[in-house]
């Protein structure tokens, strides 16, 4: 079994800057990419940024030169820098991670979110 517990959501005034953090455990031989998907009520999950474990990155447009995705591999832990937050960043973010169990099979996990709002 594997867990992802995320931290680091909450209220921020737009042009604040919040980080956000995703620790994965259980049977995990090794991570293969671990990643930040958001989700507003009424419309599809989306990628905001993705992190393999060699350090390739990838954004969403709506986010490059503000967010920024870091990896530390020997914690199994994934975070996500947001800068010059907007309101449109509002939503619930979802860590997502791809990685490889005991029995050599590849699984793919969610948390359970957290909540980011940003005011105007």
């Known amino acids: 079994q594997v867990q992802l517990v995320e931290s680091g959501g909450g209220l921020v005034q737009a042009g604040g800057s919040l980080r956000l953090s995703c620790a994965a455990s259980g049977r995990i031989l090794r991570v293969n990419a671990m990643g930040w998907y958001r989700q507003v009520p009424g419309k599809q999950r989306e990628l905001v940024a993705a992190?393999?474990?060699?350090?390739?990155?990838n954004y969403a447009d709506a986010v490059k030169g503000r967010f920024a995705i870091s990896i530390d591999n020997a914690k199994k832990t994934v975070y996500l820098q947001m800068n010059n937050l907007k309101p449109e960043d509002t939503a619930v973010y979802y860590c997502n991670a791809g990685v490889v169990n005991f029995d050599y099979y590849g699984m793919d996990y969610w948390g359970k979110g957290t909540l980011v709002t940003v005011s105007s």
């Open positions: 992190i393999t474990g060699s350090g390739i990155t």
